[in-house]
């Protein structure tokens, strides 16, 4: 077997592992590895400008960041317009209810610090863009269901979505960014 089929090969596995990958900061480093193989390949095949340009930007450039733009990062913060059992915080400061423990489990997993912040009324007029607010716990009068709202160009809602899909009391909502500041 050539060096240029393994490395092929190798990609191919690396990006499969990367695919399963829940931790952010192992995917950029695995992404990176995978960058680094593809400037070998690059080299091999006899285009030594590319595979430095491919080093350079793909494995150091973009590495650094996204490394940056995790480590920015570092809290999940909630705002919850409704007091029930569903997320609650006693007065020892301990939380508990379903949707805490949901959110808590989803911030564990992806390395966020959760902070929730209780606050009265229903109006979110720009409050996801001007307070860096992640996701807005409401919950419809008629149905029951607990209405989570987050800003849908966010990765972080996509996978929110994806983990509450077994919840029939919960939904989310997927706000367009023009939503948020209206």
Same mark, same amino acid.
């Given at each position: ?10 990609? +191919? ?24 193989? +593809? ?43 409704? %007091? ?39 109006? +979110? ?11 807005? +716990?409401? %919950? ?17 809602? =996509? =996978?929110?979505?994806?983990?509450? %899909? ?17």
């Amino acid at each position: 077997m050539t060096v240029s089929i393994f490395l092929e090969l190798l990609l +191919i596995l690396l990006a499969l592992i990367i695919l399963k990958t829940k931790n952010l900061l192992k995917s950029i480093i695995l992404l990176s590895a995978f960058s680094l193989i +593809i400037s070998l390949l690059y080299f091999i095949f006899h285009a030594p400008d590319v595979a430095l340009a491919e080093a350079a930007i793909g494995s150091a450039v973009s590495t650094f960041i996204f490394i940056i733009a995790i480590e920015k990062q570092k809290e999940f913060l909630v705002i919850s317009h409704i %007091r029930t059992d569903f997320l609650h915080i006693a007065e020892d400061g301990t939380a508990a209810g379903d949707g805490y423990y949901i959110l808590r489990d989803f911030c564990t997993s992806l390395g966020l610090k959760l902070k929730v912040d209780f606050r009265e009324g229903g109006d +979110i007029k720009g409050i996801l863009r001007d307070r860096n607010v992640d996701l807005i +716990i409401d %919950r419809d009068p008629k149905s029951k269901k607990y209405l989570l709202k987050a800003k849908k160009s966010s990765l972080i809602t =996509q =996978q929110l979505m994806s983990i509450t %899909r077994g919840y029939s009391h919960i939904r989310i909502i997927a706000l367009e960014d023009r939503e948020t500041d209206e």
